[in-house]
């Protein structure tokens, strides 16, 4: 089985555009989709990106999803940050056994 | 709308067990595949358990394997987690979680979450 590692925190202005990573450590990126979900302090998980790149209705197209197999690792690109866009930030996928995993999660912060 | 209401969440004794439920209202719960998602206090999310909607397949994370089961009852909309030989580690808030499939699977509704501390 495989981890998905994420940078612990990371930090943007206002208006500009941040990327957060999340690295398959073993198997290729592409062999199974990947999901981002974000929780804001206090409040359940909701999804903005599914199968890689898809939005769900009602998620600003400022989210964007990507895969990468030269780093073999998965993006999520906010643009024109807001302060409502702060919080933790989860990249998800499943195994060979079916079996959900979880990166570890990023905390953005907008400042 | 899609409502996913957990309840059972209690602080319970090491060793001990406890019996999660989730009502879930505003879609056609017999036609969908659920989760069991977890978040211990301060941490990332885990998943837990899957089960498909006429629960003919079911997987559990290694960490709850032999302890916790997962059931459903379709004529009640409820999805059920039954939790023997809690651990301290197992303290946590558990999400009843809705599974949809497009191209992949995804996680698209999440209920409030229902917190279980395990403790002497």
């Known amino acids: 089985n495989f981890m998905l590692t994420q940078p612990h925190s990371v930090s943007e202005s206002p208006g500009k555009t941040v990327a957060i990573s999340c690295t398959r450590s073993?198997?290729?990126?592409?062999?199974?989709?990947v999901q981002w979900y974000q929780q804001r302090p206090g409040s359940s998980p909701t999804t903005v990106i599914y199968?890689?790149?898809?939005?769900p209705s009602g998620v600003p197209d400022r989210f964007s999803g990507s895969i990468a197999s030269s780093s073999n690792s998965a993006s999520l690109t906010i643009s024109g940050l807001k302060t409502e866009d702060e919080a933790d930030y989860y990249c998800?996928?499943?195994?060979?056994?079916?079996?959900?995993?979880f990166g570890g999660g990023t905390k953005l912060t907008v400042l | 709308e899609v409502q996913l209401v957990e309840s059972g969440g209690d602080l319970v004794q090491p060793g001990g067990s406890l019996r999660l439920s989730c009502a879930a209202s505003?879609?056609?719960?017999?036609?969908?595949?659920m989760n069991w998602v977890r978040q211990a206090p301060g941490k990332g999310l885990e998943w837990v358990s899957y089960?498909?909607?006429?629960?003919?397949?079911?997987y559990y994370a290694d960490s709850v394997k032999g302890r916790f089961t997962i059931s459903r009852d379709n004529a009640r909309n409820s999805l059920y987690l039954q939790m023997n030989s809690l651990r301290a580690e197992d303290t946590a808030v558990y999400y009843c979680v809705r599974t949809v499939y497009g191209s992949g699977r995804h996680f698209d509704y999440w209920g409030q979450g229902t917190l279980v501390t395990v403790s002497s």
């Open positions: 998800q996928s499943f195994d060979s056994s079916n079996h959900g995993v």
């Open positions: 073993s198997g290729s990126i592409a062999t199974n989709y």
């Open positions: 089960i498909t909607s006429s629960s003919s397949t079911i």
């Open positions: 199968d890689n790149n898809q939005r």
């Open positions: 505003g879609f056609t719960f017999s036609s969908y595949s």
